[in-house]
């Protein structure tokens, strides 16, 4: 199956009559990052990367760089000179490591951008935050964006972000700057360097169990729709006053069982189910044994369970899409049915370096 993403942007711009703009994409080299870019592009947006490293390919695509670190102040502030909006997607991934590397990057990163885009005159910042800031360990059924934060949390990540997310959505209507936040829910695709090799690699090496009973419900997002969001976004700040200040669920809106959307991407790359399981009980006791010993013994790797992915993985966490939907306009360029049937193309072409890992 071979999508024309140009001609899929046309047809769903959510541009609205507004004219090119000059956008910072934070973080554009990363996976998210480079498709709101590229997708930026082919509505004849002028798009700035800002990062540390380097991104030929997409320099060649037209994106213009600024090198630098987000825990930088005046980096930032630099890079938001003259940009009429930002995409802030630069973040600190993970469930393991230390509170002040979460901290530095997610919190006073954003913090960073915020103080730059006020003292720039930057119109509009689109937040890219994450589901497991409302995450308290429960069961997520059809749940709003205004679900409270929690009062205690699992591990930094989300709390890092949590902190962010507020520091965004309440700078919204702060010296003409209009915000919103983005929590799309397991971003993938099949360029995805981070949720699928992991899981193809443990699942090559029989390390992988189903958590709990393997009947949890879960939404997830494909890189091209959790893109796209970020487009809407932009239109409607510019548009609708009644999207501002808010944070937004980003997914595929049909949550699917997580074990069989799991077990359908092992499949296609040709790796055997993943049969045995765990309770959620045991891997919670687990996930916590190894937080101490790594703990313990200052280990850096990230420990194969947490307790947070431990209920993380066995939980239903789904959400009520109306919000996005009315306010940003958004609905999935690209159905479920046709990102898998992409992927699984894919990963059957030459070049699928997933087969090689």
Not at 65 to 81: K, L, M, P
Not at 135 to 159: A, M, R
Not at 290 to 310: D, G, Q
Not at 311 to 330: E, I, M, P, T, V
């Amino acid at each position: 199956m071979t999508l024309n993403l140009a001609a899929m942007n046309r047809h769903n711009n959510p541009q609205k009559g507004n004219g090119p703009l000059k956008v910072l994409v934070t973080g554009a080299g990363g996976f998210l990052g480079s498709e709101i870019a590229t997708q930026l592009l082919h509505q004849d947006h002028t798009v700035i990367g800002f990062s540390r490293g380097s991104y030929p390919a997409l320099e060649q695509q037209g994106v213009q760089w600024i090198h630098g670190d987000i825990r930088d102040a005046s980096a930032v502030n630099d890079a938001c000179r003259n940009v009429d909006t930002i995409i802030h997607t630069a973040a600190l991934p993970g469930v393991w490591g230390s509170w002040n590397a979460y901290y530095q990057v997610n919190t006073v990163g954003t913090e960073h951008v915020i103080a730059a885009a006020r003292a720039q005159a930057v119109k509009h910042l689109v937040y890219t935050s994450s589901p497991s800031v409302t995450f308290n360990g429960t069961d997520q059924v059809n749940i709003p964006e205004d679900v409270p934060y929690p009062k205690s949390w699992l591990c930094h990540y989300p709390h890092s972000k949590a902190i962010a997310e507020q520091a965004v959505l309440a700078a919204s209507g702060q010296d003409n700057l209009v915000t919103c936040a983005l929590r799309p829910h397991l971003i993938w695709g099949a360029n995805d360097p981070h949720l699928i090799p992991r899981l193809i690699k443990r699942g090559k090496a029989g390390k992988l169990r189903i958590v709990g009973d393997g009947t949890n419900l879960i939404d997830m997002v494909h890189v091209t729709n959790a893109a796209h969001a970020h487009l809407c976004a932009i239109a409607a700040l510019s548009n609708d006053p009644a999207s501002h200040g808010k944070a937004y669920w980003v997914s595929q809106q049909e949550p699917v069982n997580c074990w069989d959307w799991l077990n359908e991407l092992l499949q296609a790359a040709g790796v055997p189910p993943i049969k045995k399981s765990i309770s959620r009980r045991t891997a919670y006791a687990a996930g916590a044994v190894l937080e101490a010993v790594y703990t313990a013994l200052r280990i850096r790797s990230e420990p194969r369970m947490t307790r947070f992915l431990a209920k993380q993985l066995s939980a239903d966490h789904y959400f009520d899409n109306r919000r996005a939907q009315k306010l940003l306009g958004y609905t999935p360029v690209l159905s479920t049915s046709q990102a898998m049937d992409q992927f699984k193309q894919a990963i059957r072409s030459k070049d699928w370096n997933l087969r090689k890992r």
